[in-house]
């Protein structure tokens, strides 16, 4: 996971030139940077990246950290299931357990390098990836699981929705890969450390996402939940052995705690840059106080929603329709044929017309199943629901 900074995330500020948006420090590789807050200067000016596409990122940034929040509730859930399977606490004290976590952790200053909690992530992920798939499998393959089906559910309606929900949380999975694409922070050469950073990106996201989800249906059926986590835990009953769900878990909820942080920073850092005073010390308390003051207000919001909309798979579709769609496979075009303006007559303009519609037909479709099933869900659950 990549820290946005604020000049490309949360919108450039109208009188931002291209050189207050690119970070390195040699001047005359400015040039050379190709990344998206650049792109979209050179395209479209400042007011794009200040109303329109700074906007969408940051929403991108934020959901994201509602959507830790509310994992890291249903882990500890998980956890608390494990020692006391007859409890009767709900979710959303375990989003709120975990959202104190977050206010605490939120606190701590920006990070200048986010190299050792990006390698941090990164094992974590692999490891409760693989947890997942081993359990997935073992649970497969002994009596302990439920028994399966792999028929679709719902009529014809649903399923249709279902398909664009699918589309919307997709682009959520493998759009992560526009964390560094949106950097604008990287030392010449950009080009070649993009495209390596992206190969790693992607790898990693198959790798993982594959073997989560081709385990975890074949062994579930249609009963696997967003959390295949939760799967592992039925009535009580532990279908791997207990210490397993424990260690899983606890991968899951350090690595949330951690990518949580991280996107926690372009809110910070807009807030930040609205109350703070430059000329004070960072931690004066002209500074001290503000920064502590709007962090909180900004965890509790999200925790707050988390609580509210319990539904992972819902936040994820939503995440992908208004934001990862237009960022990955829209707006990349538009502005493409806006910067470079390739003759009409020419295969590449009207390639790049037709993605833009399709995939913008498919965006409205998907923010209207998204926010249907979270409507759904919501009158089906109740806000607050213990899920």
Not at 108 to 136: D, E, Q
Request: proline content about 5%; some cysteine.
């Amino acid at each position: 996971m990549g820290l946005l900074r604020s000049s490309s995330v949360a919108g450039v500020q109208e009188g931002d030139d291209a050189g207050k948006v690119v970070r390195a420090p040699q001047d005359h590789h400015q040039k050379e940077l190709d990344a998206g807050a650049l792109f979209v200067l050179k395209s479209k000016g400042p007011r794009w990246g200040k109303f329109f596409v700074g906007p969408v990122q940051f929403m991108v940034c934020y959901g994201a950290v509602v959507g830790c929040t509310l994992l890291g509730g249903e882990c500890l859930k998980t956890i608390y299931l494990l020692s006391k399977p007859d409890g009767t606490m709900k979710l959303y004290e375990f989003v709120i357990i975990f959202g104190c976590l977050m206010l605490f952790l939120a606190q701590m200053p920006s990070f200048h390098s986010l190299r050792h909690i990006n390698m941090v992530s990164l094992v974590l992920s692999l490891l409760y990836s693989a947890c997942a798939t081993g359990g997935s499998i073992y649970i497969g393959l002994s009596s302990k699981g439920p028994e399966r089906d792999y028929s679709l559910v719902g009529d014809t309606p649903d399923r249709i929705f279902g398909i664009f929900n699918a589309i919307a949380i997709i682009a959520t999975t493998y759009g992560n890969g526009i964390i560094p694409e949106i950097q604008a922070t990287l030392a010449p050469p950009v080009t070649g450390k993009m495209f390596k950073g992206l190969c790693v990106c992607f790898t990693v996201v198959v790798v993982t996402f594959f073997s989560v989800a081709i385990s975890g249906y074949w062994a579930f059926g249609n009963q696997a939940e967003g959390l295949l986590l939760s799967n592992f835990l039925v009535n009580g009953k532990a279908l791997v052995p207990k210490w397993f769900i424990l260690m899983t878990n606890m991968f899951t909820i350090l690595q949330l705690s951690a990518v949580g942080v991280v996107y926690l920073q372009p809110t910070n850092e807009v807030l930040e840059k609205t109350f703070a005073d430059p000329k004070s010390s960072e931690f004066s308390a002209r500074n001290v106080i503000p920064r502590l003051i709007s962090r909180s207000i900004s965890v509790v919001a999200a925790t707050t929603l988390a609580a509210m909309l319990p539904f992972f798979g819902d936040i994820n579709s939503l995440i992908g329709a208004f934001g990862f769609l237009p960022l990955d496979f829209i707006l990349p075009v538009v502005f493409y044929n806006l910067t470079f303006k390739p003759s009409r007559r020419s295969p590449i303009f009207w390639l790049n017309i037709t993605i833009a519609v399709v995939f913008s037909t498919v965006a409205v479709i998907a923010a209207v199943a998204a926010v249907r099933q979270i409507a759904l869900d919501a009158g089906k659950y109740r806000l607050f629901a213990n899920v």
